[in-house]
């Protein structure tokens, strides 16, 4: 893996977003102060491929403030450039936090989508196209900050299983997997096996029991076939005599039936003929009174027509007394609608006397502002020329500055060099030759003199910086007192204006004042002319004069009402006379039709008596038949009820029987399988010793050690007066002494004979965990497929003396030819100038900001 960028944005101490670009760089210094952000970018990248860092929380990777952080990293690996984006945000009261990963690869000129459905899935893609885990990661190729000794410090167990990971020797884990579930299927397929032999050997023994009772039960069936075969003869012979006596039954029943309806017939026809006679007597008692019926009719008829004629001249006049009230209703509207017009014209003129009353004043104010604005004079000239010179002041201002800090990062280079001269066996940085005591202080003295010629020209600058802050100031107080006047100008401005829009609306309120004095004229005129409704006054005294037209005497009607009461009723008996006239010959010829009717059906119902009294004589036969014929049924269903049991029990002995010679088949192959699976077992035996720690990925581990072995010393022995060896142990012996255990223990040796990893110097253990963590990287490369092609050593050089620090830089360059990248983090001045690419970490009041040079 390669790194090609690195974008982060409100990471750790990255509050706004940083940039950094990756390509070209071999082997690069990443420096920087203690608490800049130097890990801060190597937890970046961590955190973007895995989700972890050396924090557990992501609450804990936020920059203060922020809400949600994002982390975008590319990468080659194996000819392929791949971009990964982690976002993650902080649950808010009023949100929930989200996550977002993605995963790109480049196609070209654009990038290719690799993500997947979620965020585990796309991790799961991650994790594959990387083949490692973030353990091993950090265990190898990646020396994080306090974590050098991560390796060293594990169980033996753990050790191996990095080694393993490194290795790709995960793989037999899933072998041994694999072969471990395929030796359980097998011995469970075994036992399975072996209890159905057992059970088939218990069910053949009853086999020759299965054979005597299904010849006996095949024997009982036919008996019961040809018993069954006699019993429904003799009862098809009784069903046919039936049959016939059940026709006549039906026809009797049929014959009651219509007897019984005719019956009902006759009486409902008699009940008819006499409702039929009585209507005939009420018509002709109606006939009789014909005369004096029409009498009344006629008189009803006369009366109803003078009514009919007094209550139309009535609706008239209503109508006309509607439409005089509407009229003078519309005159009172209109002449309302003019007063009040009227009201409100005398209204907007005391309205307009009023505003017009302030014209004075206004005046006196307009020209009060006017002088006003004439004393201030031209500001924005003179904030023009300020503002300038302003400008000069700061742009002179940081020249200085910028000149000071190069005069100070210059006394602190002969302040180190002083220092480099007052320590031991110090060198001549030219030639590197040591110094002698003369030497020294001539070197001394004449740093010493630059220093303080550098430093009395820092001190003019300073000098310089404080009068030109000194006249900024007085210049910002004239700037404060002009903006001050200015706004004092745009004050009086908008007064102004204000002035003038109300002068002008005043104008226009005293032509308003004429317009509504000439209109009350008008509207004071139309009243005295009484020009409001005058097209009403005139319909008005029409209505009226046809009002007058109409007669109306309210008695005349009460009279004609008094007489129609006298005749009421009279319209609703001659029209039952009517009604009388026409039905009574049609029901006089309706009674003739149902005596007729009622005499026919009598003699029918005469005849189905007789015909049903024989039908019952042939009946009286069928009972004792039906009695037989139930016998016989019952003795039947009794027979085929017997006859299916026995067929059943037939059936299921012939099953149990064909069962049994299925089951002595079924056991030879049986037999046949389980010797298969035995020798199966054996073969997953072997493969599951084989692919387990102690097979195969034993021996790989045992072959690698004596190659790790040797790159982790031959890095000890680039570092300068470096004694100490170091050796693994794969095996050891018990403490029952019964044998070896497999380990991985790690064995240091110096010209003091061995010593436990905890009794040597914090110099010393570095300088093993260093041998060890790159050893294992440089084992990755050329053993895992060069997958991870990156070194990364955070920090750890302030552990050394300066002679075991240009060691450790000796080794770094010895195995640069090793990796596509190594890059090494410290905040040591004196190591940063070894390296041909530094990456700066500045920290800012903004958050860190990261440079490459």
């Known amino acids: ?261 005719l019956a009902s017939q006759v009486q409902e026809r008699e009940r008819q003929r006499a409702e039929l006679c009585e209507r005939v007597r009420a018509h002709e008692a109606v006939l009789a009174r014909a005369g004096e019926i029409t009498a009344r009719f006629e008189r009803w008829q006369q009366l109803r027509q003078a009514m009919d004629e007094l209550n139309r001249r009535l609706h008239e006049r209503q109508a006309l007394l509607a439409a005089e009230r509407r009229l003078e209703d519309g005159i009172q509207r209109e002449v309302h609608c003019v007063e009040r017009e009227l009201h409100a014209c005398e209204q907007q003129i005391a309205h307009c006397e009023r505003e017009l009353a302030r014209l004075p004043g206004l005046e006196g104010e307009r020209s009060r502002l006017d002088r006003e604005l004439a004393s201030l004079g031209d500001l924005d000239d003179q904030m023009q020329r300020l503002q300038e010179h302003l400008q000069e002041l700061q742009s002179r201002r940081g020249e200085l500055q910028a000149e000071c800090r190069r005069l100070k990062e210059q006394m602190q280079e002969l302040k180190g060099k002083i220092d480099q001269l007052d320590a031991i066996d110090a060198a001549c940085p030219v030639c590197l030759r040591p110094l002698a005591e003369h030497e020294r202080d001539r070197l001394k003295t004449e740093i010493a003199s630059q220093g303080r010629a550098l430093g009395d020209e820092f001190r003019l600058r300073r000098a310089e910086i404080d009068q030109i802050d000194a006249e900024q100031a007085e210049r ?52 005295e002319r009484g020009l409001p409704g005058a097209e009403l006054r005139s319909e008005l005294e029409a209505v009226r004069q046809k009002l007058a037209a109409i007669p109306y005497d309210e008695r005349e009607g009460q009279e004609l009402a008094q007489q129609l009461q006298e005749v009421a009723g009279a319209e609703q008996e001659y029209q039952a006379l009517e009604r009388a006239s026409l039905a009574a010959e049609l029901e006089r010829r309706q009674l003739v039709s149902l005596e007729e009717q009622i005499a026919a059906d009598r003699a029918e119902l005469e005849r189905l008596h007789r015909e049903i009294e024989e039908l019952r004589c042939q009946i009286e036969r069928a009972a004792p038949l039906r009695e037989q014929r139930d016998q016989l049924q019952q003795r039947i269903l009794e027979a085929e009820r017997a006859l299916h049991e026995e067929q059943e029990a037939l059936g299921r002995a012939q099953q149990r029987l064909e069962d049994a010679y299925e089951e002595r088949e079924r056991a030879a192959e049986l037999t046949a399988q389980r010797q298969q699976l035995v020798t199966e077992k054996g073969i997953y035996e072997d493969l599951v010793r084989a692919f387990g720690k102690g097979g195969i990925q034993a021996m790989i581990i045992e072959n690698m050690i004596p190659e790790l072995e040797e790159r982790a010393n031959a890095i000890l022995d680039r570092m300068p007066g470096n004694a100490m060896r170091l050796e693994f142990r794969t095996q050891r012996q018990r403490r029952s002494d019964d044998g070896l255990i497999e380990t991985l223990d790690i064995v240091i040796s110096d010209e003091a004979g061995r010593r436990p990893y905890e009794l040597y110097s914090g110099g010393e253990m570095f300088r093993i965990n260093f041998a060890i963590r790159v050893a294992l990287s440089m084992l990755l490369a050329h053993r895992a497929g060069t997958r991870l092609e990156l070194l990364v050593i955070d920090e750890g050089f302030g552990t050394q003396d300066a002679k075991g620090r240009e060691g450790l830089v000796q080794a770094i360059r010895a195995i640069e030819d090793e990796f596509a990248m190594i890059l090494v983090i410290t905040h040591i001045d004196e190591l940063k100038d070894q390296f041909p690419t530094r990456i700066n970490v500045v920290k800012t009041p903004q958050g860190s900001q990261v440079f490459v040079t």
């Open 476 to 527: 910002q107080t004239e700037m404060e007192r002009l903006q001050h006047a200015r706004a004092q100008r745009d004050r009086l401005r908008q007064e102004l204006a204000r002035v003038e829009t109300q002068l002008a609306g005043l104008t226009e309120r005293r032509a308003e004042l004429e317009r509504h004095l000439a209109k009350r004229q008008e509207l004071m005129q139309a009243l």
């Open 1 to 261: 893996m390669i790194p090609t960028r690195l974008r982060l944005s409100h990471f750790l101490c990255y509050r706004e977003p940083v940039e950094v670009d990756f390509q070209g760089i071999k082997l690069a210094c990443l420096s920087g102060e203690n608490g800049a952000g130097k890990s801060a970018l190597l937890d970046a990248i961590t955190w973007a491929l895995w989700g972890k860092a050396r924090s557990n929380s992501d609450q804990d990777l936020l920059s203060l403030g922020a809400r949600e952080m994002c982390v975008e990293f590319s990468f080659v690996l194996n000819g392929q450039e791949y971009q990964v984006i982690r976002r993650r945000a902080i649950a808010t009261p009023g949100s929930s936090g989200r996550a977002m990963l993605e995963l790109h690869a480049r196609d070209g000129e654009r990038w290719r989508v690799l993500s997947g459905n979620n965020l585990r899935h796309t991790q799961s893609i991650i994790d594959k196209i990387l083949g490692i885990d973030y353990d091993t990661f950090i265990n190898s190729a990646f020396v994080l900050q306090n974590r050098a000794d991560e390796f060293t410090t594990k169980t033996p167990a753990e050790r191996k299983r990095v080694l393993g990971e490194i290795l790709n020797l995960g793989e037999y884990d899933q072998y041994e997997r694999l072969a471990r579930e395929e030796l359980r299927r097998r011995e469970q397929e075994i036992r399975s096996i072996e209890q159905d032999l057992e059970a088939i050997e218990s069910y053949l023994q009853i086999l020759p029991q299965l054979e005597a009772e299904v010849a006996g039960r095949r024997r009982a069936v036919d008996g019961l076939r040809a018993q069954l075969d006699d019993l429904r003869q003799r009862r098809d012979e009784v069903v046919k005599t039936l049959q016939v006596l059940e026709t006549a039954e039906r026809v009797s029943a049929q014959q009651a039936q219509r007897a019984e309806q």
